[in-house]
């Protein structure tokens, strides 16, 4: 079964400060899907990346960076500089692999618990 | 504006009355499922569909149905709704397996009293 785990409950830092939301994860599946979610206190879901199990080139965007590590199965998220509208609860999520007529697809994401960040001003 | 849309966004009943939460898609996807979302669990998925009129069970399908009429179309059916299953719902489809990402609507608040 797949699983993914997000040990932070909750994080507090101070406006520009580093931060580092943790995530570990469990499959069988030789190819598989991780993904990143930002949820605002508007509640909605916003999706902030997706990397491939074949694919562990770490990746930057602005302030964030993405750090896959398959050796042990982890795909942690960094905030240099945080700011205050990143306060927000992050979700790592796992997509398994589902078989239908035409092929192979990609359809259930398993979540996280969830990381709620708070950055102060 | 690709999209998935929900409605009611926000639904506040009673034990015991049937309701169904709407979710339709204009991206023409095959995928499409239901989660909630708890504190401390994170979004769980409910149902989901491969396509039209095959549907199957998620991680917590119990008081929930689902039906697949139409490609665009994959309402949220809770015929005796109770307390517990007060949360935050979430809709997304997803299209072939060369387009890996999910998209969600915007979510609805449902209070079951």
């Known amino acids: 079964a797949q699983k993914v785990t ?6 507090s830092v ?10 570990v994860y469990e499959t069988r ?3 598989y899907y991780l993904f990143w979610y930002k949820q605002p206190p508007s509640g ?7 990397r491939n199990s074949f694919d562990e080139q770490n990746e930057i965007s602005g302030r964030y ?15 240099t500089a945080s700011q205050v509208v ?8 796992l997509s398994e692999a589902m ?6 697809s990609y359809g259930k994401l398993t979540f996280g618990q969830g990381t709620i960040l708070t950055v102060h001003p | 504006e690709a999209q998935v849309t929900q409605n009611p966004r926000y639904l506040i009943t009673v034990t015991g009355k049937k309701l169904t939460v709407t979710c339709s898609q204009n991206m023409n996807h095959e995928y499409m499922s239901w989660y909630r979302q708890d504190p401390g669990l994170g979004l769980r998925q409910i149902y989901y569909s491969m396509n039209v009129e095959v549907t199957d069970k998620g991680d917590v399908p119990e008081g929930y149905k ?6 665009r179309n994959f309402p949220l059916i809770l015929e005796s709704p109770s307390p517990n299953q007060t949360s935050l719902y979430f809709c997304a489809s997803q299209g072939r397996a060369s387009q890996r990402e999910q998209y969600f609507g915007p979510g609805t608040r449902l209070t079951v009293t």
């Open chain 2, 66 to 71: 689902v039906s697949r009429k139409e490609k």
């Open chain 1, 65 to 79: 960076s993405w750090n896959f590590q398959k050796s042990t199965s982890s795909f942690n998220f960094t905030i």
């Open chain 1, 6 to 11: 997000q040990a932070q409950t909750e994080i």
């Open chain 1, 99 to 104: 078989a239908n007529a035409g092929g192979t």
């Open chain 1, 14 to 23: 101070v406006e520009k400060e580093d931060v580092t939301l943790d995530c």
């Open chain 1, 29 to 31: 599946d030789t190819t």
């Open chain 1, 44 to 50: 909605e879901l916003v999706f902030l990346i997706r």
């Open chain 1, 86 to 93: 990143d306060s927000a609860v992050y979700f790592c999520a």
